[in-house]
Structures are given as C-alpha cells and as structure tokens.
C-alpha cells in the first residue's frame, strides 16, 4: 500500500513540475550589442526593462513596410519604460543599415549583428522580422514572426508596462 502512496505522489509531482516548465516564459538569452554608435551592452544589462528585440534587414521589405510601425510603438512606450532594439542581420552591409537608420530617423538603438551571434542567440533567427517581447525579468513574452499585430502588441505592452519588477 505505501509504494502505491509513494508512486502516486512521485507521479504527482512530476506532473505539477511538468506543467511550470511548459508555462514557464524562457529567459532571454544572454547576448552581447552593438550598436551603430559603438556602443556595447547585453540582455542582462536590459533587465528592469520591457524589451522589443526587432531582427531585421534593409533588403526585407516586410522589416522596412512595418519599421513605421515599430517606430510609433517605440514613441509611444518608450516615457514609460519601453526599450527598442532594431538589430540588423549578420548579411545586412553597416552602409546600408547606417543609410537607412539616418534615413528613416530611427529613434532607437540599432545594432549590428555582424558576426550573427544575436541571432543565433535568439534560437537561430534567420527570418525577417523576427520580434521579441521581452519581460521587466527578463523572459520572454512572445515572439512574433512577420509582422507583428501592432493592437496585440499594444495591449501587451501596456500591461507588461504596467507590472513592477
């Protein structure tokens, strides 16, 4: 009788800790940025804060169509906390980016991804866009692969935006 007790608590167990792990948000991994400026920082550096990571590319007209979006989100958010990072692929010539960038105005840091190690980081992007919503802890919320719901987006933003630490 008590092997059955124990088996069934055993089992028990296994599930409840089966169910945290599949609900539980994975963390974001830990890469390294560099932007157009130089200058460099990592996701851990980012912790605190809500997070759009937007890998993208010049020559993807779908990242270029929506980048006016990305950029209305941005100015809306960003007062309350929001930190954008547009982070071109490893493919995407620094001229171009660069070109583009003062072109547009883009009014958040723009990373290179020269070496792709960002992308990879992020379990191996290589479509564009590729956009990650990132918690004030850390993990992450959603990826969104296209073009985002931008009203989806919002709606999450404005409640990740609300949550404390």
Known sequence: MKPRILAVLVAAALIVAGVFVYFEKPLAPDVRFTTLQGERFDTAALRGKVVLVNFWATTCTTCIEKMPDLIRTH?????????TIAVAMDYDPEEQVRAYTEKARLPFKVALDADGKAALGFNGVRMTPTTFLIDRRGRIVREYLGKPDFDELHA?????????A
């Open 75 to 83: 100015e809306k958010f960003a007062m309350r906390g929001l930190e």
């Open 156 to 164: 999450r933003l404005e409640k990740l935006l609300a949550e404390t």
